[in-house]
């Protein structure tokens, strides 16, 4: 299973590129950085613990 990297904050709507700081829920809730600090870092729509997105790790 394959993780569902989503293009935006589902509360603010701001992009977010594949190697954005984002957060996550177990069900891929996606919201960004201020979005999360600001919810204290709890999920609104299931309650769940909100934790950093993995990114890919950058070509060099």
Do not use: W, Y
């Given at each position: 299973?394959?993780?569902?990297?989503?293009?935006?904050?589902?509360?603010?709507?701001?992009?977010?590129?594949?190697?954005?700081?984002?957060?996550?829920?177990?069900?891929e809730?996606?919201?960004?950085?201020p979005c999360?600090?600001?919810?204290?870092e709890?999920?609104?729509?299931c309650?769940g613990?909100?934790?950093?997105r993995?990114?890919?790790?950058l070509?060099?």
């Amino acid at each position: 299973m394959t993780l569902d990297v989503r293009d935006k904050c589902e509360r603010c709507n701001s992009l977010l590129s594949e190697n954005a700081i984002a957060f996550i829920c177990v069900h891929e809730c996606t919201f960004c950085k201020p979005c999360t600090e600001d919810m204290k870092e709890v999920c609104p729509n299931c309650g769940g613990e909100l934790v950093r997105r993995p990114r890919k790790q950058l070509n060099t």
